[in-house]
C-alpha cells in the first residue's frame, strides 16, 4: 500500500474536522476523494502531505510513518495546492526551475525536467512568459507542472480544475490519467462528479470528517442500492403483457408508466441492461424506443449523504 | 536552500525601484542634513561686545577665525530682535566681567548652539589660564626680588601660553573626545550620512523579511514546507537573502559618501562595513520579530514606520544624541540598534578605535531577536495547526 491511514483524526480546538478515518491507498492508482464543503478532504489531504500533524492516529507512506517523521515522504510527494502557489512576477520557466531546486534538482538534469514536464503540461511555447501574463487554464497547468518536477511517486490534487476553459480541463485530466498510467499515485478531489468518474479508479467519500464509502464506482453504486432505469416504450398496450417481463434476468422492478409506457430497473453494474434489452426483444414485444439512465456518483453521493456535492 | 535564496535575490529585481529610492533618500537626506548641520554651512551669530575689552576683541577674532561662523557685531536690543526672528541662532552678549562667564541667547538648544558654547568655554578657559600663569609667575618673581614689568609679563605669558595652546590644541581635543561621552563629533555631515543609511536600510529589510507572510498568503510558503527542506531552512534563507540587500545597501552608501560627500571614513573601512553588516543582522533579525508578530503585508506596512521612525529617532539617526538631555530618552536610546551602530561607527572613523561594547550589545540584540522571532514564529505555527 502506498498510503494506510488509521484511526486518523484531526481537531482545531472544540471542532473535529477529521474523524478517526481509515483509509488505505494502492501503489498506482488514481483515486478520488469526495465529499461536500467542510467534509475534511483538505484536512486529510493536509495530513497526508505534512502540512498539518494529526491530532491522533497513525498515518503510514510506503510502510514508514510520517507523522513521526515526514522525511520519508517529503522527497515523494507532489502537491497541487487549490490556490495557485506560484510567483506571479515571474516566467512559468522560473517557477518550475525554482520549485525544482527546492528538491534538489539543479543544471542539466533540473534543466531537462523542466522541458519534459513543460510538454507534459502543454506549456513549453510560452513557458518564458511571466505567469501573471498568463490565462487561469494555463495558470493551472503551470500549478500542476510544479507539482510532477521531481518525478513524485504520490500527487495530491486539491481542485485542480476550478475555474479553467474546457481544453485546459480535458488537458488535465489527460496528463492525470497519463500519470496513473505511468504508475504513479494520485489522490484527487474535485467538485467535478463528472471528472472522477472519468479518470478515478477508487473512490473515497467523506462527509462531516467520516469516511462514508469507498470502493470502485461500480461497487459504491452497488453499495447505495442504485439501479440502471430502462425506460421503454411499445407500439400498443403494454400493460396485460408484463409478468413475462418481470420474470427476466436482472430485471428489479417494473413499473407502468402509461398504457404503453415502462420503467424497468436493471440491477448490477456492466452490461445487464443490454442483457435485458436483448431478452425483450427476444419477446417480440413491438419495442419502439428506449432510453437508458444509468446510475452515477452523484447519485450515489446523493443517497450517502442526503445532499449535492455542490451543497 | 540554495534554490530559496537565489528565488529570493530575484524576486528583488521586481522590488528594484523600492530599494533604488531608499538608497536615494539615504543619499538625498543625509545631503540636506550634513549640508545644513555641517560642511560649508555657517550659521550666523551675533556679538554684543558692552565691555570693548581687548580680551572680548580677541574673543571675537577667534570666532571669526574659527570660520564655523558667521559673527555679526551689534548691540542688545537689535541682537535681541535678530534671535527672536529666528535671523540667527544665537547672540553672545559681553556685558559683564569676563570671569563671570558670558551670555548665550538662543532660542532652543541647537548643535551649533552646542558648538558656540563649547567654543566660548574653551576661550574663557584659556584666558583663565593664562591669567592665573601670569598671577602666579608674579608672585614668583616678587619673591625672588626680580623687577618686571607687569604687561609685558602678562603679554608674555599670553603669547607662549597661547601659542601653546593653540599649537597642542589637536591634541587637547583628541584627549578631550576619549575623556568625555558628551563630545561632539567632528564631522556633522558623517554622522547624517551614517545616520540616514542606519535609518534608510531598515525599511528595505523589513519589507524582505516580510516575503514571509506574502509566501504564506500565496500559499507557495505550503509547498516549501511540503517539500524536504526543514522550516528553519525556510526562514534562514530568508534572512539571508535579507542581509544581501542590507548589506549591498551599506556597502553602496559607505562609497556614495566616499566619493560623493567627500566623508573621510577614517582608516578601517572594513571595520565600518563589518560594523554595518553587524547591524544589518541585527535589524533584520529584527524585522524578523515584527514579521513573526503581524500577519499580513498590510498590518506590516502599518506598524513598521512606527517601529523604525520611532527607533531611528531615539538612536540618533536624525540627530546626534550629544543634544539631547531628557534621561528618559536618552536612555530608552540604549535600546536602540541605532545607537550602537552609530557610536560604533563613530569611533571607527574619528579615532580609528575599534569600541567593544558597542559590538558585543549589537550581537547580543540580533540573537535576542533572531531566538525570539524563531520561536514567535514556531508557536504561531503549531497554534495554526491547531
Not at chain 2, 540636506?32 to 574673543?59: A, C, H, K, R, W
Not at chain 2, 537689535?78 to 558670558?102: C, H, T, Y
Not at chain 2, 538631555?325 to 536610546?333: G, N, P, V
Request: glycine share 8%.
Amino acid at each position: 500500500m502506498m498510503i494506510v491511514a488509521e484511526k486518523l483524526t484531526k481537531k482545531f480546538g472544540d471542532f473535529t474536522a477529521v474523524d478517526a478515518i481509515d483509509l488505505s491507498i494502492e501503489k498506482g492508482k488514481i483515486v478520488g476523494l469526495l465529499g461536500p464543503n467542510g467534509a475534511g478532504k483538505s484536512t486529510t489531504i493536509s495530513m497526508i502531505s505534512t502540512l498539518y500533524k494529526p491530532t491522533s492516529g497513525r498515518l503510514f507512506f510506503e510502510g514508514n510513518d510520517i507523522i513521526k517523521s515526514p522525511k520519508w515522504i517529503k522527497p515523494h510527494l507532489g502537491y497541487v495546492p487549490q490556490e495557485l502557489a506560484l510567483y506571479d512576477s515571474l516566467s512559468g520557466y522560473e517557477n518550475l526551475k525554482y520549485f525544482g531546486g527546492l528538491y534538489g534538482l539543479s543544471g542539466t538534469a533540473l534543466k531537462k525536467r523542466v522541458d519534459e514536464v513543460s510538454r507534459v503540461i502543454g506549456i513549453d511555447e510560452r513557458l518564458k512568459d511571466r505567469v501573471s501574463e498568463y490565462s487561469g487554464g494555463m495558470k493551472r497547468r503551470i500549478n500542476i507542472g510544479v507539482a510532477l518536477l521531481h518525478e513524485p511517486k504520490l500527487i495530491i490534487m486539491d481542485e485542480p480544475t476550478v475555474g479553467i476553459d474546457p481544453q485546459s480541463r480535458n488537458h488535465i485530466l489527460e496528463t492525470v490519467k497519463s500519470l496513473g498510467e505511468q504508475g504513479i499515485t494520485v489522490i484527487y478531489t474535485s467538485h467535478y462528479m463528472e471528472e472522477v468518474e472519468a479518470i478515478c479508479q477508487d473512490v473515497w467519500i467523506m462527509d462531516h470528517g467520516k469516511m462514508i464509502a469507498n470502493g470502485t464506482q461500480e461497487a459504491l453504486i452497488e453499495q447505495a442500492g442504485i439501479h440502471t432505469a430502462i425506460r421503454m416504450k411499445f407500439d400498443s398496450q403494454i400493460k396485460d403483457r408484463l409478468d413475462p417481463l418481470r420474470k427476466l434476468n436482472h430485471a428489479m422492478a417494473v413499473d407502468l408508466i402509461s398504457d404503453d409506457e415502462l420503467v424497468v430497473l436493471v440491477n448490477g453494474g456492466g452490461n445487464t441492461h443490454k442483457e435485458v434489452i436483448k431478452s425483450v426483444m427476444e419477446l417480440n414485444y413491438d419495442l419502439t424506443s428506449f432510453d437508458i439512465t444509468r446510475p452515477n456518483l452523484e447519485q450515489v453521493f446523493l443517497k450517502l449523504t442526503g445532499r449535492g456535492l455542490r451543497d | 536552500m540554495k534554490a530559496l535564496i537565489k528565488l529570493k535575490i530575484r524576486l528583488m529585481k521586481d522590488n528594484l525601484i523600492l530599494y533604488v529610492i531608499m538608497a536615494a533618500m539615504s543619499l538625498i537626506l543625509s545631503a540636506v542634513f550634513g549640508g545644513t548641520m555641517g560642511g560649508s554651512y555657517s550659521p550666523t551669530i551675533v556679538v554684543v561686545d558692552e565691555l570693548q575689552t581687548v580680551e572680548t576683541s580677541n574673543i571675537i577674532n577667534d570666532l571669526q577665525s574659527e570660520h564655523a561662523f558667521n559673527v555679526k557685531l551689534m548691540d542688545y536690543d537689535a541682537a535681541l530682535d535678530e534671535v527672536m526672528g529666528r535671523n540667527v541662532i544665537a547672540a553672545v552678549v559681553f556685558d559683564k566681567s569676563l570671569d563671570q562667564g558670558v551670555n548665550v541667547i538662543q532660542l532652543r538648544d541647537t548643535v551649533e548652539g552646542f558648538q558656540l558654547s563649547r567654543l566660548l568655554e574653551d576661550e574663557l578657559s584659556l584666558l583663565e589660564n593664562i591669567k592665573t600663569l601670569d598671577s602666579q609667575l608674579s608672585g614668583i618673581l616678587v619673591n625672588e626680588k626680580i623687577v618686571f614689568n607687569q604687561d609685558d609679563l602678562y603679554l608674555e605669558v599670553k603669547n607662549t601660553f597661547g601659542d601653546q595652546w593653540e599649537n597642542k590644541r589637536p591634541i587637547t581635543i583628541e584627549s578631550y573626545l576619549v575623556a568625555s561621552d558628551n563630545a561632539l563629533t567632528s564631522n556633522v555631515s558623517r554622522h547624517y550620512m551614517i545616520g540616514m543609511t542606519l535609518f534608510f536600510v531598515t525599511y528595505s529589510l523589513m519589507f524582505t523579511v516580510g516575503d514571509f507572510l506574502e509566501d504564506k498568503r500565496l500559499r507557495t510558503l505550503d509547498r516549501m514546507m511540503i517539500a524536504p527542506i526543514s522550516r528553519r531552512g525556510i526562514l534562514f534563507s530568508n534572512l539571508v537573502s535579507s542581509m544581501v540587500v542590507g548589506v549591498l545597501q551599506i556597502c553602496f552608501m559607505v562609497l556614495a559618501g566616499k566619493f560623493l560627500f567627500h566623508i573621510d571614513w577614517g582608516q578601517n573601512l572594513l571595520g565600518v562595513i563589518g560594523v554595518g553588516v553587524l547591524y544589518i543582522f541585527v535589524m533584520t533579525t529584527l524585522s524578523l520579530f515584527v514579521v513573526s508578530i503581524v500577519k499580513t503585508m498590510a498590518q506590516l506596512g502599518a506598524v513598521s514606520p512606527i517601529i523604525l521612525t520611532g527607533m531611528g529617532m531615539l538612536g540618533g539617526c536624525m540627530w546626534p544624541l550629544e543634544i539631547i538631555s531628557s534621561r528618559l530618552l536618552l536612555t530608552l536610546a540604549n535600546f536602540t540598534p541605532h545607537k550602537w551602530a552609530l557610536e560604533a561607527i563613530e569611533a571607527l572613523t574619528n579615532g580609528n578605535t575599534f569600541s567593544y561594547l558597542p559590538i558585543l550589545v549589537l550581537l547580543g540584540m540580533g540573537l535576542t531577536y533572531l531566538i525570539l522571532g524563531e520561536r514567535v514564529m514556531y508557536f504561531k505555527s503549531l497554534k495554526d495547526n491547531q
